[in-house]
């Protein structure tokens, strides 16, 4: 099972995307669920955590103006960004740790190939 990242592009600085993170085939669940991101030049950071619980964490930087959540009827998981900043330019990636393809068949710790998104000022 892949992991497929969508919904990057280019937006000024104050406006909004919506990224969604998908199964390449059909499963049962995901668990955790992570977005990650790397700037240009910089290392990979942590953005929003959601658990199969729906319990979410987010960096400091974002807090307030993203917004992590699941659809667990389409197994996708969303980050709704808004107010961008130049800052958060980066290309996105998402990141499971286990996913449930069917019962008693398990993956683990799957990534999306990434999805850029460019803030300008």
Request: proline share 3%.
């Amino acid at each position: 099972v892949q992991l497929q990242a969508s919904g990057g592009g280019l937006v000024q600085a104050g406006g909004s995307l919506k990224l969604s993170c998908a199964a390449s085939e059909k499963i049962n669940r995901f668990n955790v669920v992570d977005w990650y991101r790397q700037p240009p030049d910089n290392q990979r950071e942590l953005v929003a955590t959601i658990t199969s619980t729906g319990y979410r964490n987010y960096r400091d930087s974002v807090k307030g103006r993203f917004t992590i959540s699941r659809d667990n009827a389409k197994n996708t998981v969303y980050l709704q960004m808004d107010n961008l900043k130049p800052e958060d330019t980066a290309v996105y990636h998402c990141h499971a740790d286990r996913i449930q393809v069917s019962p008693g068949r398990y993956e683990y710790d799957r990534w999306g190939q990434g999805t850029l998104v460019t803030v300008s000022s």
